[in-house]
């Protein structure tokens, strides 16, 4: 997608240019409209994790700022003075009323007046900026609510507790404070990240997110290990190379190829596996070596041949890698349904298929790697919500699994179009090769077949990606979702066959 505007706001924002959002109410209505906003600025910094965190938070702002105004206007109204202690306790139940049943009345008030809400998010090279700011003076009872919801945060000891407990109580506004106060205090953040500031007619509040979270050194060190931990692993099997040697001679004959492929049995077994798999979509099982090789095709050969190798090095490495191989199966399957359900992807399917099988690769290597020397990471750290701590961890060391990837496939000679896949899909928009089309793919299936795992939604995905598959509202998203799953439902049997 060369020249979007979804890359003209990234570049824009990167570059040091503010963006800016003007309310003059701020409900409901507004919020995916905010949510989409903030998907893009967190993507354009690579901070994706903080995307709900931010979305509470800003929302809330926006919603104190909004209702601050609509106050100043029904007081006005009433002709009461905000700042006469009889006249506030006499207009004040009558406004939570007013603002509690008749909203869009007051909402429609505010449309005459001057009273404005806007958020502006600048990024600077240490951090990301958000000022959220209403046109009113604040009183002395709102700086107190917002003191006290900050002070509340102190007896949480991590974002899960904060969360369990916004869930299980009424108590939940504020919780967007609570939760960016918990995170930096962790992390060790000492500067001052929240900031309360009045003018006579205006009230400004400004978050401002580090976008390290560890000191320099530290992130140094870290990227230190990896690169050595990359650099240790060894190179693919002498058999698995030679065979990739094979496959890329333009005159390579299928019989041949078959003998070669027959000296290691357990290779022989893995290929005649795959083949037999529905990543094939085989109806009838192939026995022979020569057929199953026609079938996975030239084209395909090397990547299966690469994912053999690297498969069989990483297992043996490190531990509990089965849930990331059968993430990589099930994206990979996903994307074969995305090529049959949409036409104009059916040509592109195939390679972003078996490119798909790498994606994750660097995901084994960061979450095996024994990080327990950096304290920040282990009180960031939470047992049951595998996203947050996922996005938390590589916030917290500053280098992404999209890049431990890129290493690990540049040692071991992955050729381009596997190589951009395993960089750019989070990003598909940022690969600049013609290989885009497969990190669009691999980011859709990536995306839907996480949805259980309450790893993304509609809403995550960048709406300009969704359009280029056709896909303009939530409804039509979760009929191909639904799709997707009936279809990979009915092939699961087979399919964790390949990893058994
Ligand atoms: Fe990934
Ligand atoms: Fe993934």
Same mark, same amino acid.
């Given at each position: ?8 706001? &990234? ?8 963006? &800016? ?49 609509? @106050?100043?206007? !029904? $007081? ?20 939570? $009323?007013?603002? %509690? ?52 945060? #102190? ?20 919780? %967007? ?10 992390? %060790? ?31 140094? @060190? ?57 990543? !094939? %979509? ?46 990589? !199966? ?16 059916? @040509?592109?399917? #195939? ?43 590589? *916030? ?72 280029? !598959?056709?896909? *303009? ?28």
């Amino acid at each position: 997608m060369p020249d979007s505007p979804l890359v003209a706001f &990234q570049e824009e924002f990167l570059s040091g240019k503010p963006a &800016q959002k003007d309310y003059v109410h701020f409900s409901e209505v507004n919020c995916h409209d905010l949510d989409l906003w903030i998907g893009r600025i967190c993507r354009s910094v690579s901070l994706e994790f903080l995307h709900e965190i931010l979305f509470t938070i800003l929302n809330e702002l926006l919603v104190n700022g909004c209702k601050a105004n609509a @106050k100043r206007v !029904f $007081f006005r109204e009433k002709s009461l003075n905000l700042q006469e202690p009889s006249d506030y306790k006499k207009g004040i139940s009558l406004f939570k $009323f007013q603002f %509690g049943h008749h909203r869009t009345e007051l909402f429609r008030q505010l449309e005459n007046t001057e009273y404005l809400v806007n958020v502006i998010a600048k990024n600077h090279p240490q951090y990301l900026e958000f000022k959220v700011s209403n046109n009113a003076k604040i009183l002395e009872e709102e700086r107190n609510r917002i003191n006290q919801r900050i002070l509340a945060s #102190e007896k949480y000891k991590n974002i899960n507790d904060a969360y369990k407990e916004s869930v299980d109580s009424e108590e939940s506004s504020g919780l %967007g404070i609570v939760l960016i106060h918990i995170l930096l205090r962790n992390s %060790g953040v000492k500067e001052k990240f929240f900031e309360l500031k009045t003018e006579e007619h205006l009230t400004t509040v400004t978050v401002r997110i580090p976008k390290l979270l560890l000191p320099i050194d530290s992130q140094t @060190k870290i990227r230190n290990i990896l690169t050595q931990e990359v650099e240790s692993l060894p190179p693919l099997s002498a058999h698995i190379q030679h065979l990739i040697r094979e496959v890329k001679k333009k005159d390579s004959d299928w019989h041949p190829l078959a003998e070669e492929v027959k000296r290691e049995p357990a290779v022989t077994a893995e290929i005649l596996k795959i083949a037999n798999s529905p990543l !094939f %979509g085989a109806h009838q099982k192939v026995i022979l070596m020569e057929e199953a090789l026609k079938r996975i095709g030239l084209k395909n050969l090397e990547s299966i041949l690469l994912t053999l190798g690297a498969r069989k090095i990483l297992n043996g490495k490190y531990d509990k890698q089965i849930a990331i191989w059968s993430h990589s !199966f099930k994206v990979s399957l996903y994307v074969r349904f995305l090529g049959e359900q949409i036409h104009t992807y059916a @040509k592109f399917a #195939e390679v972003a298929s078996v490119s798909g099988l790498l994606h994750d690769i660097g995901r084994m290597v960061l979450l095996s790697l024994d990080l327990s020397l950096v304290d920040q990471i282990r009180v960031l750290k939470s047992e049951d919500n595998t996203q947050l701590s996922e996005w938390v961890e590589e *916030y917290t060391l500053g280098i992404t699994h999209s890049e431990i990837g890129y290493m690990i496939g540049k040692k071991w000679n992955f050729p381009e179009e596997i190589l951009d896949v395993i960089r750019f899909h989070h990003k598909p928009w940022l690969c600049r090769t013609s290989n885009e089309v497969y990190c669009r793919l691999v980011y859709l299936s990536d995306i839907m077949a996480s949805t259980h795992r309450g790893k993304g939604n509609y809403y995550t995905i960048e709406p300009e990606v969704l359009s280029t !598959f056709g896909i *303009y509202d939530e409804k039509s998203f979760q009929e191909l979702l639904a799709h997707l799953k009936r279809k990979y439902e009915s092939k699961k049997e087979e399919y964790e066959r390949i990893l058994s």
